[in-house]
């Protein structure tokens, strides 16, 4: 039983890992405070883009323009800069 517990302990944490390998929250952050502009970070095997649009659209109810997007050809690392329409 103690063995099945630790199992399914070391799963979780292998789960996590995927999705997040830095061990940080996942945010939106805001880049430029005068032009409204952010950046979502979609990292690891388990986020893709389609997580980044979804923070884009939390974050500007109105709509936002996208400015750029970024992946790096190896670790999973996504970023969307994006802007809140007003």
Same mark, same amino acid.
Do not use: H
């Given at each position: 039983?103690?063995?099945?517990?630790?199992?399914?302990?070391?799963?979780?944490?292998?789960?996590?890992?995927?999705?997040?390998?830095?061990?940080?929250?996942?945010?939106?952050?805001?880049?430029?405070?005068?032009?409204?502009?952010?950046? !979502?970070?979609?990292?690891? !095997?388990?986020?893709?883009?389609?997580?980044?649009?979804?923070?884009?659209?939390?974050?500007?109810?109105?709509?936002?323009?996208?400015?750029?997007?970024?992946?790096?050809?190896?670790?999973?690392?996504?970023?969307?800069?994006?802007?809140?329409?007003?």
């Amino acid at each position: 039983m103690k063995l099945f517990a630790l199992l399914i302990a070391f799963s979780l944490t292998a789960c996590n890992a995927l999705s997040n390998p830095q061990g940080a929250a996942q945010s939106v952050k805001m880049i430029d405070l005068k032009t409204q502009t952010y950046k !979502a970070t979609c990292n690891g !095997a388990v986020e893709d883009w389609p997580n980044c649009y979804d923070r884009a659209k939390q974050t500007c109810p109105n709509g936002y323009a996208l400015k750029e997007r970024n992946q790096s050809p190896v670790g999973g690392k996504r970023e969307l800069m994006f802007q809140c329409k007003k």
